[in-house]
């Protein structure tokens, strides 16, 4: 016998996705041909800042590919200028936040398909067409009129409350336009959390790193020092069995995807906040200056899945001193799904942006005690902590 009984699910942290993504708007209200143009006129201007998606319909006739006719599942060409998927299978919100996830924006023509909020055109030869799509104006932002001689009709003005306080702009004002959604984009920028990865068990060390007390204080509570000005909160990556010795005046995120390092850290950190951006650091990392960290803020491109320095003496990202942008939980879960747990591998494979930095020393690792006697040595490590001490004699 089956039970009916619905069972509750675990409640998780949500990603702030519409029905395609963390930002979209339904342009409704004009011509297709209208809002097609616009939305290019739109996406030129934005796409070097932005990864930026469109998304329409088409009703007319098209010839299906043969493969699809003989029974596939999918059809994929690789053309010289693009790539095309043709798939007969339905794809729903679930799969659609998946294909746009690496998107900033989504511009939807809302004469087909509706979109979490609405840029409403007001073009009299659309307006029966508009009326009868009333219901999906839920989340009014922009109003577009045709020209200087229209005004919004009378049944928007009764059916949304504060019509009066949407900005208004008209059709031939592009840059008006394009200001609105560099505005939007700039007010929904994710915010900067700092991750301090102290949960390695130090087995080549030989004791806790994050305990070190390169700077006259346990490592991880000077990197915290460090990103507290810089982010909008900080967090020390532990495990269980090390909560108890975090300083009550520290945030600690336990990991809850454990046995996979920082790799699960990262993870852990965004199943937390789906929607913050992270600036990860590892502990073992004690020439790391406010300088360096701020470059990288500085070099931050929301376009990428993250933003990473390169190893120092070579050519590929360091993943443990990175800026992971929200998008880039959902490549890290992919990644995992396919075995693969190595917060490098993302980067290289990935859409990362990587940099040089300015300071390469900064990031030099210590990770075993022969590492350890090295920096003892090191006439960096040396000056910086003189200028450590001088600030704590102030």
């Not at 933003?307 to 990202?317: G, H, K």
């Not at 992971?324 to 290289?348: D, H, N, T």
């Amino acid at each position: 016998m089956t039970s009916k009984e619905h069972h509750k699910h675990p409640k998780l942290a949500r990603p702030g996705y519409g029905f395609y993504a963390r930002q979209e708007w339904a342009l409704v209200g004009a011509p297709c041909s209208t809002i097609q143009t616009l939305s290019g006129q739109i996406i030129e201007q934005l796409s070097a800042r932005f990864a930026c998606a469109y998304l329409d319909a088409n009703h007319q006739p098209v010839d299906m590919p043969n493969s699809l006719k003989s029974g596939a599942a999918m059809d994929y060409v690789d053309a010289i200028d693009f790539k095309q998927f043709n798939t007969k299978g339905e794809i729903g919100p679930f799969q659609f936040r998946a294909l746009f996830n690496d998107l900033d924006f989504v511009l939807v023509n809302g004469n087909h398909h509706e979109a979490a909020a609405q840029i409403v055109m007001i073009d009299p030869d659309k307006k029966d067409s508009l009326h009868r799509k009333l219901n999906r104006l839920t989340n009014v932002k922009l109003l577009i009129l045709k020209d200087e001689t229209v005004t919004p009709f009378d049944f928007l003005k009764e059916s949304i409350s504060d019509l009066d306080t949407v900005p208004r702009v008209y059709l031939q004002d592009i840059d008006g336009i394009v200001s609105f959604f560099e505005k939007e984009m700039a007010l929904n920028t994710a915010m900067l959390n700092g991750l301090v990865l102290a949960g390695g068990q130090s087995q080549r060390m030989g004791q806790d790193k994050g305990l070190i007390e390169w700077h006259g204080i346990p490592q991880r509570e000077h990197l915290a020092n460090l990103l507290g000005p810089l982010c909008e909160s900080v967090f020390i990556s532990c495990r269980e069995d090390q909560l108890a010795g975090i300083h009550e005046n520290l945030q600690a995120l336990p990991d809850t995807f454990s046995g996979l390092g920082p790799f699960g850290a990262i993870l852990s950190a965004f199943r937390a906040y789906p929607d913050r951006a992270w600036l990860v650091v590892a502990c073992d990392l004690p020439l790391l200056d406010r300088p360096s960290l701020e470059y990288l803020i500085q070099s931050r491109c929301v376009k990428k899945i993250a933003t990473a320095y390169r190893v120092v003496d070579d050519a590929f990202p360091e993943p443990l001193i990175t800026i992971w942008e929200p998008k880039a939980y959902a490549v890290m879960l992919s990644f995992l799904a396919q075995g693969y747990s190595c917060p490098r591998k993302v980067l290289i494979n990935a859409n990362a942006e990587v940099i040089t930095a300015p300071n390469p020393e900064a990031l030099q690792n210590v990770n075993s005690r022969e590492d350890f006697e090295k920096m003892l040595a090191n006439p960096a490590f040396s000056s910086q902590l003189a200028v450590d001490q001088s600030k704590h004699e102030l």
